[in-house]
C-alpha cells in the first residue's frame, strides 16, 4: 500500500518522515522512556538547528520537520514534536489506535500537523504541542492518502464496501472543518497533488483537477494520455509510470498543463521503473528510476522539464532525497566503501561531474547512513542548515550539517 505525501508551505513530504514507546511514552535519547507533557509555545520553537543523535523506539514512524521543529507521527495514530536544538521530545499527542505505517502532512503555514490513523484523522497544533482536533472516517472506511496544502487537509478515502466509491474530503487545517466531499474516479493509492487552488487525482489513466475551494471538477486529461503515477513540485505536474506495475513496460514520462491538463513536451526517459520524484521550483525533475524485475539499485535521473532534455545521472540504491538550495540531497551509494554511509549534495544543473562551486560536497561518515540501516532522509523547511537522518534497522534520529 502507498501513501502521499505532500504538502504546501515549507514542507516537501517526504516523502515522506522522535516518537512513542508503549502508552505513547517518548524516549529522552538515553534509552530510557519519559512521560512528556504538551510543551510551551516556546518549546517548540526555541533553539536553532543544531547536530545531535537520539534513540526512538519501533513505535515512531518516518518523521518530517518545518524550519522550526521535528513532528513525528506513532503507531498508536498519534502525533509527537523534538526540538530542534536537542532533538528531545518537546510535546505528545497521544492516541489509542495502531497503525502499522504512520504517515503525517504538515501545513507549516497554519502551523497544523495531521497524522493518518486510517480511520481517524488526528491534528497537533505545531505551536502549542496540543491536539488540535481529530476526524473520525465512516464505519468501515479508512483513509488511503491524505495531503495538505494552502490551509487544507485532503483525504482520499475508500468507503466500506469495495464495489463502493473513493471519496475525496477536504476540511480546514485550523479547525477540522469539512468543507466539501466528493465520489471521485480515482486511484485510492496513487498520488495525488495540490497547489495553485486545485486538487488533482488520477484513476491510473487519466488526471482530473479539482476546486480547492469547492470540490468541483474543472479539467481531465485528454483520452490516451496515460497517468498512472503523479509527481508534483514547484508548480509543475508530471505523469510517470506506476511503481507498482507488475509489468516490465511504463508509458514515457509526460508534463501536464497544470490549468488544461493537456500534453506538454517533454524529455525522453529512460524507460525504466520510476520509482520515486521530486521537483524544484525551477522546473528540474529529479526521478528515481530502477529494474522492475530487480528494484533497488538504479539511478537519479535530472530532468529539464522547460526545455525537455535530461541533463545528468547519479547512480545510486536509494529513492530517500530532497532539494535544498538548487541542490539535490541523497545517500551515497552502499556497494561503495569509500563512500558508504554519507551524504552528498549535487548541483541540480550541473550534475555529480561539476567542478568550483557547483562541486558535488559530501558529508563525513555516519552510522545511521550505511544501507544496512536503511535510512530515511528527513529535509526541514527554511534555511535549517542540517537534514536528519532516521536510521530503521537500530533506531536513531540524527541531526547533521548540511555538507
Wanted: proline share 6%.
Amino acid at each position: 500500500m502507498r501513501r502521499i505525501r505532500w504538502v504546501g508551505a515549507a514542507v516537501v513530504g517526504l516523502v515522506l518522515a522522535g516518537c512513542a514507546g508503549a502508552g505513547n511514552t517518548p524516549s529522552d535519547g538515553s534509552g530510557r522512556t519519559t512521560v512528556s507533557a504538551a510543551g510551551a509555545s516556546s518549546a517548540a520553537h526555541s533553539g536553532t538547528w543544531r547536530a545531535w543523535t537520539t534513540a526512538n523506539s519501533a513505535q515512531e514512524g518516518l518523521c518530517q520537520a518545518t524550519a522550526h521543529q521535528v513532528v513525528c507521527g506513532t503507531r498508536s495514530g498519534g502525533l509527537l514534536g523534538r526540538s530542534r536544538d536537542t532533538g528531545k521530545v518537546t510535546w505528545t499527542v497521544p492516541a489509542t489506535g495502531s497503525v502499522k505505517k504512520p504517515v503525517l502532512v504538515v501545513d507549516a503555514a497554519d502551523e497544523r500537523a495531521v497524522a493518518d490513523g486510517g480511520e481517524i484523522l488526528r491534528a497537533a497544533n505545531l505551536r502549542t504541542g496540543k491536539a488540535a482536533w481529530t476526524h473520525r472516517l465512516g464505519d468501515g472506511s479508512t483513509s488511503a492518502a491524505i495531503g495538505a496544502a494552502d490551509g487544507t487537509v485532503y483525504a482520499l478515502e475508500t468507503l466500506a464496501k469495495p464495489s463502493e466509491d473513493v471519496v475525496l474530503r477536504a476540511f480546514r487545517a485550523s479547525d477540522g472543518k469539512q468543507l466539501w466531499h466528493r465520489t471521485v474516479d480515482a486511484d485510492p493509492y496513487g498520488d495525488m497533488a495540490a497547489f495553485g487552488g486545485r486538487v488533482y487525482i488520477t484513476d491510473g489513466t487519466r488526471v482530473t483537477a479539482h476546486d480547492a475551494r469547492t470540490g468541483g471538477a474543472l479539467a481531465t486529461s485528454p483520452r490516451g494520455t496515460q497517468c498512472p503515477n503523479l509527481v508534483s513540485g514547484g508548480g509543475y505536474l508530471v505523469c510517470t509510470g506506476s511503481p507498482y506495475s507488475a509489468m516490465d513496460y511504463f508509458p514515457p514520462l509526460q508534463r501536464l498543463d497544470p490549468v488544461s491538463l493537456k500534453p506538454l513536451p517533454t524529455a525522453e526517459d529512460s524507460g525504466m521503473m520510476p520509482a520515486h520524484g521530486l521537483i524544484s521550483a525551477d522546473g528540474v525533475l529529479m526521478l528515481f528510476e530502477t529494474s522492475a524485475e530487480d528494484p533497488g539499485t538504479g539511478d537519479w535521473n535530472a530532468y529539464d522539464l522547460v526545455h525537455h532534455r535530461k541533463l545528468w545521472s547519479y547512480p545510486t540504491a536509494t529513492y530517500q532525497a530532497g532539494i535544498v538550495g538548487g541542490r539535490f540531497v541523497t545517500f551515497t551509494p552502499e556497494n561503495n566503501k569509500a563512500t558508504n554511509g554519507r551524504v552528498i549534495t549535487i548541483d541540480l544543473r550541473k550534475g555529480p561531474r561539476a567542478t568550483g562551486t557547483a562541486a558535488p560536497r559530501m558529508s563525513p561518515t555516519y552510522p545511521q547512513a550505511r544501507g544496512s540501516e536503511f535510512p530515511g532522509l528527513v529535509v526541514p523547511g527554511g534555511d535549517a542548515g542540517h537534514i536528519l537522518i532516521q536510521a530503521a534497522a537500530h533506531r536513531s534520529l540524527r541531526s547533521v550539517p548540511l555538507p
